[in-house]
Each structure stands twice: as structure tokens, then as C-alpha cells.
């Protein structure tokens, strides 16, 4: 029997090497809080999940563009009105800007109401010759240099679960109520701009789509058409004991569904084939992420091709590069000629944001602007030149106005990371940085 055959149950994953997981000194205080997660509500509907699965096959096919975006690590701190709302107004700008550049549809899927646990190179950190647990996200531990913030606490794991219920009923109710009405673009505000030399080209878009909605519903008799948005969301599956006390069957439908998230997508630190990781999510019927580094051969990727959609369906699989601007050239092609050789019906993603990051003398983590600008222009050619297609980004952005990524039109440099770095793990593009990546974005690949 095959190792992608081989039974599956939602606990298999404890026989496989599981890495990347914290270490609770109170056991059984961690099985009382996951006997609480596993009766309480799910946090998505299994049907929100197959239409993801149907507009990602979409994607693949060449006929829709993903737009992926988020916090690198959320934080409970900020479950509030204020931030929530810029995370989508963000997402909600650029879908626009790439629906209009690229003249296609846009899959919008939020990388948060979820994403609270973060893998780390090192289970510890030392600091003065202290060393304690590397901090792994809120819903492990806390950020402060402490041993009581960094001690591994069950509890975080209600406490995340709670946050991303917040997180996801608001963001229903903002689009379900308008916010996302292309008629009232008033809501989304170019405060960012200033005096980008962006600014006029974004206005100028936003006042195209306007014109062609009213041709459009003039046409239709008035009827409103454009008044709700899709949308999705998705996190690292990274703590298997949460996703599987959120995981479940639903009545009148075959297999298991992860209802933590309609898109949980494995790391580039626990891809391993015959890792716990893969084994999870191998039996899940949610649509898959997979992180893939450049690290990663043709063969591997065809085991974890195996392992994950041994039946080879659209819409499964979704493979999200992560070389970095220097190594892409070299490290993809073979990878897209390998799957593509094999016929394998795979939805490609480009993250251009962790193969870009440096550390600056004074220990900040950054990226540069024209190095993820370059490394996104490289993958769109690389598809192209391939036969196939790049179907969309997976970025790390903020709606707010921080400064951990250098470049871009407002030209940030390595001083002006001071200003208002705020990230406790990776640097994000601000609002003004990913509205200007969605306008190169707009210019590339296939229209």
C-alpha cells in the first residue's frame, strides 16, 4: 500500500515525526482545553470551503487571480474594530486594482482570523545570557522577554480560537453590509498616497471601474451587481493538536474538514512528505497550501504532489514559492517543468516576501521593496516562458502605517525602520507599499 493510500484518521499524524510544536509542561491542562475546542461551534461552514475549492480550480485554470494577504503572526492585542478593518480595506484596494489591470477575477483570501502560531529557526532565544522558549506566536506563548510570558500556556489556544471567531464575524458583517461596494470606493480612503507618484494612477482606476459599473447596471436596468465580495480565509496549519480538535464531518458530506479555516497551508520547515504535517492534511477536503523553498527539489515536490492529491483534482493543491530574488531563476524552472511534465493540475502562488529578508546592524528583520518587486517579476516570466501561468501572491502586509520594509515610492530606508516598526516576528509591507505592488502586479502576466 502506497504512503498516500495508507489509512487515514484525524489523530494519524501522531505516529509521524511532528516538528515545529511547543512544549506544555501542564499535559492535562492541554487536554481539557482541546476537549473544550472540539465541541465548540466551527469557525467556517464546509461549504464556504468546496467554493474555494471551485474558484482556486478556476485560478489553476488560468481564468482567476489570488490575491493572499495578512499579518505574518496576528496578535490578540490587535482584535480590534480599527485594525480589522484596514487588513480588509487593503486587500479590498488591491483586488481592486489587479480586477481592473489584470481584467479578471480576483480570489481574496485574508491570511489572518487564525494566523497566531509562527515556526521559529530556534526553540530558544538567549538575551544577556538568559535564555528562554523562542516566543511562537500569541497563541503559544507571549513576545515579552520573560519566563512567565514565554512558558507555553493551553489557555492561548481558547484565546486564539475566540480572536479569529471576533476577527471572522466582523469581516462577514463588513461585507455582507457594503463595505465592499465598489459604488461607495469613498470607504477607501488614499490617505496613504500623499504625494506618491502612484497616487493619481490608483484615482484614476478607481474612477474607470466606477464608470463602467453604471454602464454595466445601465444595461442590466439598475440592478445592483457588485455590492458583496467573496472572501476567504486561510493560516499555517502549524499547531496539529488545534486543527484537529476543529476538524470534523458535516452532514451530507464525504471526508473531514479542517473548519479552523477554508485554506490551511503547510510551512517550508514542515513540508517533509513523511512529516506529521502532511500526513494531517492529507485527509482533509479543504483546498491546501503548500510552502515551497528553494531548498526543495523536483523529486519532493512530486512525493508531496503524491501525498496530498494522489487523485490530482483541480482546486487541491496550491503550491506558493518562496525562493528569494536571487535564487528564483535558478531554483523554479526545474520545479515547474517537473509538475508540468507530470500533468499535475497544481495552482501556483508567488510569495516574494521571505526569501527577501535580511537583518540591518541594528538587529531589525526588513525586506527591500525592489528586491520582492524583482523576485515577482522573475516568477511571472518563469511560468510564462514554462507554457503555464503564475496564478497569483501570497504577501505579509498591514493596513497600517509602518515602516519594516525599506524602498518603495515613499523611499524607506534602513533609518526610517525606527519610525513605527511594530512586527514582533517578519517585516510587512504598510498600506502605501501594497497598494503600489498591486499596481506593478496589474502590469504583469496575461490579461
Not at 538575551?127 to 522577554?145: A, K, M, W
Not at 490617505?191 to 463602467?212: I, K, L
Not at 480538535?245 to 490551511?264: C, E, F, I, K, N
Not at 526543495?296 to 504532489?305: I, K, N, Q, T
Request: aromatic letters at 6%.
Amino acid at each position: 500500500m502506497s504512503l498516500a493510500a495508507a489509512p487515514w484518521a484525524p489523530d494519524s499524524w501522531k505516529s509521524r515525526p511532528c516538528l515545529q510544536q511547543p512544549d506544555y509542561a501542564d499535559t492535562r491542562a492541554l487536554r481539557t482545553v482541546l476537549v473544550q475546542l472540539a465541541r465548540l461551534p466551527p469557525l467556517v461552514t464546509s461549504w464556504e470551503v468546496e467554493k474555494l475549492r471551485q474558484r482556486l480550480a478556476l485560478a489553476q485554470q488560468g481564468r482567476a487571480f489570488v490575491l493572499q494577504g495578512g499579518d505574518c503572526a496576528e496578535q490578540f492585542a490587535d482584535c480590534r474594530d480599527n485594525i480589522i478593518t484596514n487588513r480588509l480595506k487593503v486587500l479590498l484596494q488591491m483586488s481592486l486594482v489587479l480586477t481592473h489591470g489584470r481584467r479578471e477575477p480576483v480570489v481574496r483570501i485574508g491570511r489572518y482570523a487564525g494566523q497566531y502560531a509562527k515556526p521559529r529557526s530556534s526553540d530558544t532565544e538567549t538575551r544577556d545570557g538568559i535564555t528562554l522558549p523562542s516566543y511562537r506566536g500569541d497563541i503559544v506563548n507571549g513576545p515579552e522577554f520573560s519566563a512567565a510570558a514565554r512558558e507555553p500556556d493551553p489557555e492561548r489556544l481558547l484565546r486564539g480560537y475566540a480572536c479569529s471567531a471576533l476577527t471572522l464575524n466582523f469581516v462577514r458583517g463588513l461585507v455582507d453590509g457594503g463595505f465592499a461596494d465598489l459604488h461607495h470606493t469613498e470607504y477607501w480612503n488614499l490617505a496613504w498616497a500623499g504625494s506618491s507618484p502612484h497616487a493619481a494612477e490608483y484615482e484614476r482606476r478607481v474612477r474607470d471601474v466606477a464608470q463602467a459599473l453604471t454602464f454595466m447596471e445601465a444595461l442590466a436596468g439598475g440592478v445592483p451587481q457588485y455590492r458583496r465580495m467573496d472572501f476567504y480565509t486561510a493560516h499555517e496549519a502549524l499547531l496539529l493538536a488545534y486543527e484537529q480538535a476543529q476538524t470534523r464531518r458535516v452532514p451530507r458530506r464525504d471526508g473531514w474538514y479542517d473548519l479552523s479555516t477554508h485554506m490551511p497551508w503547510i510551512g517550508a520547515r514542515t513540508s517533509d512528505p513523511d512529516g506529521a504535517h502532511v500526513e494531517f492534511c492529507r485527509g482533509l477536503r479543504n483546498p491546501i497550501g503548500v510552502k515551497v523553498g528553494p531548498d526543495v527539489g523536483p523529486e519532493r515536490l512530486l512525493a508531496l504532489c503524491e501525498r496530498l492529491d494522489p487523485e490530482n483534482e483541480p482546486g487541491r493543491l496550491t503550491l506558493i514559492h518562496r525562493m528569494g530574488a536571487a535564487k528564483v531563476g535558478e531554483r523554479l524552472p526545474p520545479l515547474v517543468a517537473a509538475l508540468r511534465d507530470a500533468h499535475r493540475h497544481v495552482l501556483w502562488l508567488c510569495d516574494p516576501m521571505h526569501g527577501n529578508t535580511h537583518s540591518t546592524a541594528n538587529g531589525h528583520k526588513t525586506r527591500d521593496f525592489d528586491a520582492i518587486c524583482s523576485e515577482l517579476t522573475q516568477a511571472f516570466d518563469i511560468h510564462r516562458d514554462a507554457g503555464g501561468r503564475l496564478g497569483g501572491v501570497h504577501l505579509e502586509l498591514t493596513g497600517e502605517d509602518v515602516t519594516e520594509c525599506t524602498g518603495g515610492a515613499a523611499e524607506l530606508t534602513e533609518e526610517d525602520l525606527d519610525r513605527a516598526f511594530r512586527s514582533h516576528v517578519d517585516p510587512r509591507l504598510n498600506y502605501a507599499q501594497s497598494l503600489e505592488l498591486a499596481l506593478r502586479i496589474a502590469e504583469l502576466g496575461p490579461r
